[in-house]
């Protein structure tokens, strides 16, 4: 929760930005789509996950959620009325590969068809993540992303929707923060599948990142001015002092947080520090890996939510090195997350610095806080109105300061399924009443909207 009050920042405005700058709202599919049983879906990682007694903090799944596959027309009616020229949305792997080998499944090409439709006929400009955690159980069943042949089964769904909306869809994010899938998914073991295995995240980890590299050259055949790129969840790292010790750990942390996946992606391969701390839970790297995770790509889409403070402890696996939690009285949202706009031209900075990744796009960006709808039926959350203006004057500041952002997608357009925290946690800018389905557009919704309006 908030504990120091922020003060209210003085209002960023539109003219601050670029006139081609891209303004969107992100989703993601198993988050808002529900539906699970409809149209041939099958069973994805988090359906089993969420079935799973104790995994989900409110024993919730995606089952149904926002009932976004039915409601997607008001849902973009929503991001319209807001004024956004773009939408980041994604594609659920399970609607299209239903079955074993075979051929994709013509219902659920026919509702991400209609939807980018939607999108187009609303002005906005259809931003499409292929993979956002949603792995077939069938894949999972046989070792999921720890198994090469994942690599080759991801490639056939990418060509299956590149095909299928290459003529209307031009932006591709391959994946969303494989860090999460690696390292949450199948080491932590906290998001589906549930695994606790350090070499096998690494492992997925690798086979993610091969598989991002080879999807580059196959959506450019398929998609004309194709502009593809990933998307990763980054964060500063500080030490938590200016003790060696600290500050080693730091590095380390970093070396997998940030290095390991930027490294590669930009044709360095792995950190040699970063393997040498590992050791034996090094992946397996294949000739001529490293060459196609290196694929040149468009962009550089950046998640970005806190940073991170990090200390050396001996004990803690895998690295020696521990994350804090924020101090007492720092502003932190109801997720215990740190408060940090700077932290994001801090980051846009530094990865700016380090890899020149030509244009780069926030592709989320966005706050929990513990909402109430008041006596006046409104959402009036002054913090995350509050938290969107304070990111993006750190944004703009950024943009001054050289970093080539064209664009930014607040996290999220919906309250929805928060993963392991299920629906005790709302990150949109408009209000679900999950009984009866009814959105509300909240206050940083209307202010959002104010300002792209440039009211
Ligand atoms: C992500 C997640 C989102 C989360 C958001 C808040 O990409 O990080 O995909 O799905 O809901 O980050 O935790």
Not at 133 to 140: E, F, G, I, V
């Amino acid at each position: 929760m908030t504990t120091a009050a922020s003060p209210e920042p003085s209002a960023p405005v539109r003219s601050d930005f670029a006139s081609d700058f891209l303004w969107g709202c992100a989703t993601s599919s198993y988050q808002i789509e529900g539906a699970a049983r409809e149209d041939g879906r099958v069973e994805s990682i988090w359906d089993r996950f969420a079935a799973t007694p104790g995994k989900v903090k409110d024993g919730s799944s995606g089952a149904i959620a926002c009932d976004h596959y039915h409601r997607w027309p008001q849902d973009l009616d929503i991001g319209r009325d807001m004024g956004l020229n773009a939408y980041r949305f994604s594609i659920a792997w399970p609607r299209i590969f239903t079955g074993p080998g075979g051929q994709p499944n013509q219902k659920g090409l026919d509702f991400y068809s209609r939807l980018v439709d939607g999108m187009l006929e609303r002005g906005l400009q259809p931003w499409a993540t292929l993979y956002h955690w949603d792995l077939p159980q069938s894949l999972q069943d046989q070792g999921g992303w720890n198994n090469r042949a994942t690599v080759d089964a991801y490639l056939a769904f990418v060509d299956a929707m590149t095909r299928c909306l290459g003529d209307r869809v031009q932006h591709w994010i391959t994946h969303n923060e494989p860090w999460c899938t690696a390292i949450i998914g199948n080491f932590e073991g906290w998001h589906a599948p549930g695994l606790t295995d350090f070499k096998t995240a690494l492992q997925v980890a690798h086979h993610v990142l091969l598989s991002h590299g080879k999807a580059v050259p196959l959506i450019r055949a398929n998609v004309a001015d194709a502009q593809v790129g990933i998307a990763l969840s980054l964060h500063p790292v500080h030490a938590a002092s200016a003790m060696p010790e600290d500050l080693a750990a730091a590095a380390r942390h970093d070396g997998l947080r940030y290095r390991w996946f930027l490294d590669p992606l930009y044709g360095r391969g792995y950190p040699q520090a970063t393997l040498e701390a590992i050791g034996d839970a090094a992946p397996v790297v294949l000739p001529g890996d490293l060459d196609a995770i290196a694929a040149p790509t468009d962009f550089l889409g950046v998640n970005y939510y806190f940073p991170e403070t990090v200390q050396d402890d001996p004990g803690h696996a895998p690295l020696s090195a521990r994350v804090l939690p924020p101090a007492p009285g720092t502003d932190t949202t109801f997720m215990g997350w740190e408060v940090a706009p700077q932290g994001l031209t801090e980051l846009l900075l530094r990865i700016e610095q380090d890899y020149h990744p030509g244009p780069m796009y926030i592709t989320e960006n966005g706050s929990c806080y513990a909402d109430q709808i008041n006596a006046d039926g409104e959402v009036d959350d002054v913090e995350r109105r509050r938290y969107l203006m304070r990111h993006l004057q750190a944004l703009a500041t950024a943009i001054r300061a050289g970093a080539p952002v064209k664009g930014y997608f607040a996290w999220s357009l919906l309250d929805n399924f928060e993963w392991a925290e299920g629906y005790l946690k709302r990150f949109g800018l408009t209000h679900i009443d999950y009984a009866t389905q009814q959105r509300r557009l909240k206050s940083s919704g209307k202010w959002y909207r104010g300002f792209l309006r440039g009211e």
